[in-house]
């Protein structure tokens, strides 16, 4: 048990969003060792289909697997709404995915019985929350709505700071553009589901856009923090968890604007990075 | 000749952006057959090293030469600045690049000497444009901006009209921003070439902001519409236009959300398209 708890904490993404998991379980999880595989040749996943993701997602497993790993998580939203069940069916080890944590916190978290989820194109399409809601209680209603310009702007560093400098105001009326739509149609809901990896970064603006719009306080379930709250309580149960000192180490398929994004994610800089071919 | 001309025209990009190409060649040569691929499966390029974009333009390539084309145009910005030279000696057709026409049109609009390019961040880190230009004339300045954000606003639908709905502010604060930053650097210009085959749709948008930044008339260089002028003017010299009825063959390698998109791009809808792996 303590050998096996030795091993590497495997974690995949189609690109860097999510290393908000990362830094999610480094804080949580200190002593263990994690390798992350971002798949930016072929980012992002959020507009392909369904099999072009479960094709991928298992390129990224098995060389994660060729490095001995005790856990894979899947930390992007589309690869987990559309290959989980395959990477689950494929492997020996536990799979944890980016859905299955939201939705649980979601279920606890809602008093009024109605959950709103974000996301991007691919992970609305699947329908993988509303599924993994009504699994948990049918009586939930759902609304769930695509948001495809908050992942660049993520990536473009415009995080809606509360200012009035040009970004802060293209970021600000995104955010009330599709918040705005999702309040028309659930009017009722009083929990937000971040469901893509990138949004923890603009946490701040989406919480005080709906606030305003809702006119009420309204729970936000950040996925990266719930994966990383259910791989420790995977690993603890299982005796897995590892003690000692962690560390990270970050592969890419393609290591073009690497290093700042990832800083951004990740909350510091990035020490090493390992380019690789899938 | 006769039968030469007979043959199609080749076009692919990354995505769906290289419609643009397309329909100002339909517009143009309405008896051309065009073949079209959207590497639909691996977009976006512009955020992708340049060994990964030659590859990938390869593999391109290779599948349009299978179907017998008269002349390859890369309507990809991006693949332009990467690949270009790579496909020019791999192949015994005319190739002909989206940054070279742009270029010459830059050259012969500008009266001050100083031009703006804005385009993704591939095209702008590979200097393809300032390198064009300078080739061409060399006391001419070029300034450069990445404008990451414009790709997934198009592809989104907002457009940036002249109204007041939350998307037309949010188009309007993020046009605002690019081009006030590119005017701090280069009050002097009077040409803005579009180097990204997105940015004809947001091109009324683009004008209006500049004309009011730079408070002049700016001369916007239309990266498509280039690409189909220069295209005429090789064929036509070659001896190698066609007669007869034209047509567009559509080949993606994902077919996720094409016909909304595409259409936008097109001016009208799609009539077929056909998935394929390359």
């Not at 420790?232 to 890419?252: E, N």
Request: charged share 20%.
């Amino acid at each position: 048990m303590a050998d096996a708890g030795r091993q590497p904490i495997g974690v995949f993404d189609s690109g860097l969003g999510g290393l908000t998991v990362v830094r999610a379980l480094t804080e949580r999880l200190p002593s263990e060792k994690i390798l992350y595989l971002g798949d930016t040749a072929r980012v992002p996943y959020g507009s392909k289909s369904g099999e072009t993701v479960v094709r991928y997602s298992r390129m990224s497993a098995h060389f994660l697997m060729g490095r001995d790993i005790k856990i894979l998580m899947v930390a992007c939203n589309t690869a987990s709404a559309y290959a989980l069940d395959a990477l689950a069916a494929d492997l020996a080890i536990p799979v944890l995915g980016a859905v299955e944590p939201g939705a649980d916190e979601a279920v606890a978290a809602t008093v009024r019985g109605e959950v709103g989820v974000i996301g991007t194109l691919g992970t609305v399409r699947s329908g993988s929350y509303p599924r993994a809601i009504a699994a948990r209680d049918p009586r939930i209603r759902v609304a769930q709505l695509a948001c495809p310009l908050l992942v660049p702007l993520v990536e473009e560093g415009w995080l809606g700071g509360a200012g009035d400098r040009l970004e802060d105001r293209a970021a600000a009326a995104i955010a009330e553009r599709y918040l705005g739509e999702l309040c028309a149609a659930a009017p009722n809901l009083d929990v937000l589901v971040l469901g893509c990896t990138h949004y923890p970064l603009v946490r701040a603006l989406l919480a005080r856009t709906a606030e305003r719009l809702w006119d009420r306080p309204i729970a936000l379930v950040d996925s990266a923090q719930a994966m990383a709250r259910a791989a420790d309580r995977i690993l603890s149960q299982a005796g897995l968890l590892a003690g000692g000192a962690g560390g990270l180490s970050c592969f890419v398929t393609d290591d073009a604007r690497f290093a700042e994004v990832a800083a951004r994610f990740l909350g510091h800089p990035i020490a090493t990075v390992e380019k690789v071919d899938l």
